[in-house]
């Protein structure tokens, strides 16, 4: 068990962060306080104050504490300027400071990408509720055991974990059509046909063409594990919520190709970060 604080925080709400899509580990026990299932081990969130959060947690290496500190600081991405980023790409956008205003808690986690391919190929054609229950399924069969307040958790299980996995194996968790994906990823990965470090280098067009190689991963499959795990803030992931968003908010086309076009014109460098205050506002609103 260690303890870590933050203070001085601005632009920073659990609900907002934790429930708008972005991650499948981690679960509300009431508004100020949210437990989840990290690449650091077992975090709990407590928001004390508007300015305060405390994290309690059983990590996998406690190593120094400053070490810990800054690695959960990158994973909640506290050192980027939201306030900034707001009025930059809400500036003479009524709907977006609207969206801003109902969710502007929201920060982009640094999550691991190899968890986030596997769980963005989960995520296609389902639900949350199904996809985390999966993602829970798949790291309890084959992730390490690891023990916070007397209870189980299960990280995420490496690729040479899953890779013992066959398709059939998968397919008894509850992957439906997926299994064949998840298990041929896990394969590159674990054989080195494939190399997710490499590609977090690759500029945005890059990398997301090269994450297309693998069977499963299409448009907004690249583009959630782009934003969500390898610092690419210029993408937009779209998808029917974000379809409603354009053809009701701004009378745009449906189709990916043209919106694609549309958020890089409007939202540049930081269309990822405005994909997630629309998207969060588009679905709890409407």
């Known amino acids: 068990m260690a303890r870590v604080e933050f203070n001085n925080l601005s632009d920073f709400e659990l609900a907002h962060i934790f429930e708008c899509g972005q991650c499948f580990r981690w679960r509300r026990i009431n508004e100020n306080d949210y437990i989840g299932t990290t690449p650091y081990g077992v975090l709990e969130?407590?928001?004390?104050?508007?300015?305060?959060?405390?994290?309690?947690?059983?990590?996998?290496?406690?190593?120094?504490?400053?070490?810990?500190?800054?690695?959960?600081?990158?994973?909640?991405?506290?050192?980027?300027?939201?306030?900034?980023?707001?009025?930059?790409?809400?500036?003479?956008?009524?709907?977006?400071?609207?969206?801003?205003?109902?969710?502007?808690?929201?920060?982009?986690?640094?999550?691991?990408?190899?968890?986030?391919?596997?769980?963005?190929?989960?995520?296609?054609?389902?639900?949350?509720?199904?996809i985390s229950k999966t993602i829970e399924n798949i790291s309890k069969e084959y992730g390490k055991e690891i023990i916070y307040k007397n209870e189980k958790y299960y990280l995420f299980p490496t690729p040479e974990e899953l890779a013992k996995a066959s398709v059939e194996d998968l397919r008894r968790l509850n992957l439906g059509f997926r299994d064949k994906y998840v298990y041929n990823a896990a394969q590159l990965i674990n054989d080195k046909k494939m190399n997710l470090e490499e590609i977090c280098k690759m500029s945005y067009k890059d990398a997301k063409k090269e994450l297309k190689k693998f069977d499963g991963v299409g448009d907004k499959v690249a583009d959630c594990i782009l934003l969500f795990s390898m610092k690419k803030k210029e993408a937009f992931p779209v998808d029917t919520w974000i379809k409603k968003v354009m053809a009701n908010l701004y009378n745009e086309s449906e189709d990916i190709k043209k919106i694609a076009t549309f958020a890089e014109d409007k939202f540049g460098e930081y269309a990822g970060i405005a994909q997630q205050y629309l998207f969060y506002y588009m679905r709890e609103n409407f």
């Not at 120094?64 to 506290?78: P, R, T």
């Open 45 to 130: 969130i407590q928001k004390i104050n508007d300015k305060m959060i405390q994290i309690d947690g059983t990590f996998v290496e406690d190593g120094e504490f400053a070490n810990v500190k800054n690695a959960i600081s990158e994973y909640l991405d506290l050192n980027t300027d939201y306030t900034n980023i707001k009025t930059i790409i809400s500036r003479n956008d009524v709907n977006l400071q609207k969206a801003i205003q109902y969710g502007g808690g929201i920060r982009i986690l640094n999550q691991d990408p190899w968890e986030m391919l596997i769980s963005f190929i989960i995520s296609a054609a389902n639900n949350i509720p199904r």
